[in-house]
């Protein structure tokens, strides 16, 4: 194989001849460089997205209704929740989809959202006053009870201080915003000793005068915006390894309840000084930012210094005068206001950080409650129906939850989950036992069906399912609840138990399915699809991807820039190294013709030409995929952070540790070879045809 | 010459017209030739006369207008271009003007070059081949050098290296000398002549120079695309005088 070595050797030593040569490798080299960086990283967003997706709540696949409007999209979509139509029966799907041998589980599911009222300060604390005093009703005073019972009055009234210093406040500063005469009446009278003096005659009259007058005034509850799952919460936990408990339990098995997301929970629910706490230190200690530097955590130093009013509502005359001392400690100053202090403590640098975290959380966070709803509470999500009626329900709250890797996330982190029962509920479809309720309620009450909301019924109600088509009777007050028989069932269905076959006979929005071996997703996706269609049941079956709705897409669209991108760069470099090549041969076509003169068949300059390009790709190619290997491997070392939480869920954690597949080299390789190959045809076979006559020019 | 042997390079009433767009250039007319092994035969001739289309039909690297061209006893116009290819490679050697040294190859790399198209040799055997030839020429202590560390006349000895490797039975060598000054051209002809005696070889060339016409056994006169007559160097010499008088 002589021959060949020459060809090589001769490629090799005109590869650093000519500089149209170097031109071509440097093309090849940043293409390569491109391929193997670009499809590095790509790839591993899309397996790293892959698992937040299948892992956190979509399964490999997902089956809904083919009469649905919208298609499934597990992460919301724009303008909301896709307008999808109820599966009737979990129970009649769950058995056609498991016969398939590669389906491992099929967990029942269905995402929706609604508005809820995260506490307010004054309420909670009245709710407890309230409580302590029906204690007292039925089993007497005692020391403790008195002194939880002063504290607590002593706390209102510390806040109805406030109250009256922040309204006069406003009042001087907005001419319009001048209080109602009768609040102000309200105010002052809560302010008045002689209130305070008679609380002890008739204290559930004070109360209902604190609630009615009072709390009204305080604007600090807020609505939010609460994502909710409703799933069979034993199998969700079971099938999806990525879900873990973090605080509190799992609902009891057949139980009604919610898992709040963690995310939620600290984001939404946690006092917002502490929340700001937490935010500032995870960005020093996973992102290595710095006070001094970054605007945004100047931006939350600030707030925490001005925005103590949240802060200062929860601590009782008490726990104040501890909060000062503590703080006055931790400062070193004899500041007698709690605010300035505070001021100052929030107040913190790259430099106090750390010990100010620290103190927050040993010595103020224990005077505080730092949830406004508490593991064990219960809450109280408004929605509305299919039908359009707005449905309320009380549901208890078991613990928070997270999905490994994308505690931070947004976008995974959004997603609170449920029971199917309260979800079917809040999604309008009648249980049984709601169906009984319902009656009893409207029997006693001798109501018949109010349809309140009949003007939302026709914006909201359009592709009503006949399921719920019977509706219920409006709205079901939770202040009509809490009182008499209707408190009473609702004790009662929170303690129910449901049986496996009731919470699977009865509707659910998708059906998620967890495959034995994911390899086989594409044609397994067929074969469920073909036998709903058998079976005669109007399903649709989806990937992950699909049912991710936009988000899914997301790697999709990278993908193909990318595609796009190289494509660009190789037809250029295409071009290029064709003409490159032409010019090239047309420089040696003496050498060319010498060649063939002394004997070199056609085939030879051909494969020359050929085997010079291949080698010119090859070792420009080998450089850029060395060094973007390295880089990659530096990346996967090291880890890419992520910097924004909101690509936590593309990167599948804080950090992305890309790692280079060898479909990507063989496919950077293989483009390669292809791109070097095509752009030399021409000017090969150009070079082929050239006559040994053309040796004998003497053309100096 | 020696009537037992056929000739090695017979021609027979060739002509060969270049056509430059409608204008058909005449460059031979009715040429008839015979070289037998052995020889060592210059061709001369005014420049235009056709000297370098003779060699170019010879070496089988064009193909004649009309006539018959046999090289090795092969009819040239039968044969297909990987056969002229093959004829070239195995049985002619070529010298040209302007050397002609793959310029990215060392000496021993570019003397080595016809036996690996002929793929007939191993690997030491090639090398024993080269290193005896560039011994030959003189240049075995430059064999790994490049074309361009070398002088011209150090070149043009690479190229007749290079043509004899494979022993052809042919050498073609156009106006070998016209690059380089008379005394070094004296030498690549002498070594010609040397390889000419040792080997047998037969070599063919053209030149315009009397000198080196000298070393010539027979001169073939060219002009205007004809031959005038086969003599000897002494004749072609006195001819040659006798024009230049006549003008
Ligand atoms: N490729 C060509 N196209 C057209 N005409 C050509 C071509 N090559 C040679 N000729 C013409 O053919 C004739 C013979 O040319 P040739 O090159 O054979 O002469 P020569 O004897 O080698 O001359 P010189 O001594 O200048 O090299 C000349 O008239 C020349 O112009
Ligand atoms: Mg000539």
Redesign the pocket.
């Given at each position: 194989m002589g021959q060949l070595r020459l060809l090589i050797q001769v490629a090799f030593r005109n590869l650093f001849a000519s500089r149209i040569n170097l031109l071509i490798g440097a093309i090849i080299f940043f293409g390569t460089l491109l391929v193997v960086v670009g499809g590095g990283l790509v790839d591993s967003v899309d397996t790293a997205m892959s698992r937040s997706i299948i892992g956190s709540i979509a399964g490999h696949l997902q089956v809904y209704s083919d009469h649905s409007k919208d298609e499934l999209g597990l992460f919301g979509q724009m303008g909301g929740e896709p307008d999808l139509a109820a599966v009737d029966d979990f129970s009649v799907i769950k058995p056609l989809l498991e016969k398939h041998p590669n389906v491992k589980t099929v967990v029942p599911m269905g995402t929706s959202g609604a508005m809820v009222t995260s506490g307010n300060t004054v309420d909670l604390l009245l709710a407890r006053l309230r409580e302590l005093y029906r204690q007292r009703v039925d089993h007497g005073e005692t020391p403790e009870l008195r002194e939880q019972l002063d504290s607590l009055k002593g706390h209102v009234r510390h806040i109805v201080t406030l109250l009256e210093s922040d309204l006069a406040n406003k009042d001087t500063l907005l001419s319009d915003g001048a209080l109602e005469p009768a609040d102000e009446e309200a105010i002052a009278k809560a302010r008045s000793d002689a209130f305070w003096a008679g609380f002890e005659q008739d204290p559930f009259s004070a109360l209902e005068f604190l609630e009615n007058r009072i709390a009204p005034l305080l604007p600090d509850g807020t609505m939010l915006y609460l994502r909710y799952a409703g799933t069979d919460l034993e199998s969700f936990q079971k099938s999806f390894d990525r879900m873990e408990l973090v605080d509190g339990q799992p609902v009891p098995p057949g139980k009604r309840g919610m898992l709040l997301s963690k995310f939620f929970y600290e984001e939404f629910l946690k006092l917002k000084t502490a929340r700001r706490l937490d935010l500032i230190k995870r960005e020093r200690d996973i992102n290595k930012k710095r006070i001094a530097e970054d605007p945004e955590m100047q931006r939350w130093v600030k707030e925490n210094t001005q925005q103590l009013r949240e802060f200062a509502l929860q601590l009782d005359p008490l726990k104040t005068k501890l909060a000062i001392e503590r703080l006055q400690n931790h400062l070193g100053t004899k500041e007698p206001n709690l605010e300035k202090l505070l001021a100052s403590f929030f107040a913190t640098t790259d430099d106090n950080f750390d010990a100010r975290y620290a103190t927050f959380y040993k010595d103020l966070a224990p005077l505080l409650e730092l949830y406004r709803l508490r593991l064990g509470d219960s809450l109280t999500i408004t929605a509305f129906t299919r039908t359009g009626y707005v449905q309320s329900v009380n549901v208890r709250i078991y613990g928070t939850y997270q999905f490994k890797g994308l505690e931070e996330s947004q976008l995974a982190g959004g997603l609170n989950l449920m029971d199917l029962m309260t979800f079917r509920d809040l999604y309008g479809y009648l249980t049984p036992d709601r169906k009984a309720e319902i009656a009893e309620i409207q029997k006693k009450s001798g109501v018949t069906a109010v349809a309140r909301e009949n003007a939302e019924d026709a914006l909201f109600g359009s592709s009503a399912a006949p399921l719920v088509a019977d509706a219920t009777p409006g709205l079901l007050n939770d202040k009509e609840g809490m009182d008499g028989m209707g408190h009473l069932r609702r004790e009662d269905l929170a303690e129910r138990v449901y049986n496996q076959q009731e919470l699977e006979k009865g509707m659910v929005l998708s059906a998620a399915v967890i495959l034995k071996d994911p390899s086989k997703l594409k044609e397994t996706m067929a074969e469920l699809q073909q036998s709903a269609k058998d079976a005669n049941l109007p399903l649709r079956v989806v990937s992950w991807q699909q049912a991710a709705g936009i988000i899914g897409q997301f790697v999709m669209m990278a993908k193909m820039v990318l595609a796009i991108a190289v494509l660009i760069i190789f037809v250029v470099a295409l071009v290029i190294i064709n003409n490159a090549m032409m010019m090239a041969t047309l420089q040696r076509v003496r050498e060319i013709g010498t060649m063939r003169a002394i004997g070199a068949q056609r085939s030879l300059v051909l494969n020359m030409v050929l085997v010079e390009t291949l080698v010119l790709g090859l070792v420009f190619g080998a450089a850029g995929a060395l060094l973007g290997s390295g880089l990659i491997a530096m990346w996967g070392h090291a880890g890419i952070p992520a910097g924004n939480p909101t690509l936590y869920f593309f990167f599948s954690g804080p950090r992305l540790h890309p790692t280079l597949s060898l479909g990507i080299l063989a496919a950077a390789f293989v483009i390669v070879l292809v791109v070097s190959a095509l752009s030399t045809l021409y000017p090969a076979f150009l070079a082929a045809r050239v006559s040994p006559l053309r040796a004998m020019q003497t053309d100096e | 010459m020696s009537a037992g042997q056929s000739p090695i390079v017979s021609i027979f009433d060739v002509t060969k017209d270049?056509?430059?767009g409608k204008v058909v250039?005449p460059?031979l007319r009715g040429v008839d030739l015979k070289v037998f092994p052995g020889e060592f035969i210059s061709i001369a001739?005014?420049?235009?006369?056709?000297?370098?289309?003779?060699l170019n039909l010879i070496g089988c690297v064009d193909t004649a207008t009309a006539g018959v061209v046999s090289v090795a006893g092969q009819d040239t116009k039968k044969l297909t271009e990987k056969e002229l290819t093959n004829l070239r490679l195995h049985t002619i050697g070529f010298i040209f003007q302007s050397f002609n040294l793959v310029s990215v190859l060392s000496v021993f790399q570019n003397v080595e070059f016809p036996l690996l198209l002929q793929r007939k040799l191993n690997k030491a055997e090639r090398k024993d081949r080269v290193m005896q030839l560039l011994e030959q020429v003189g240049l075995a202590q430059h064999e790994k050098h490049r074309p361009n560390e070398l002088s011209g006349g150090q070149r043009q000895r690479v190229a007749v290296a290079r043509a004899l490797v494979t022993r052809p039975q042919l050498v073609l060598a156009?106006?070998p000398t016209a690059n380089l000054d008379s005394v070094t051209g004296q030498h690549i002809i002498d070594l010609m002549k040397e390889l000419n005696q040792k080997e047998g070889t037969t070599f063919i060339f053209?030149t315009?120079d009397a000198k080196v016409m000298n070393h010539a056994n027979a001169v073939v006169r060219?002009a205007d695309?004809k031959i005038l007559d086969r003599v000897t160097s002494a004749e072609a010499q006195r001819a040659m005088a006798a024009g230049a008088e006549g003008h």
């Open positions: - | 270049y056509s430059l250039v460059a001739g005014p420049s235009g006369s056709g000297k370098t289309t003779l156009d106006e053209s315009h060219l695309g």
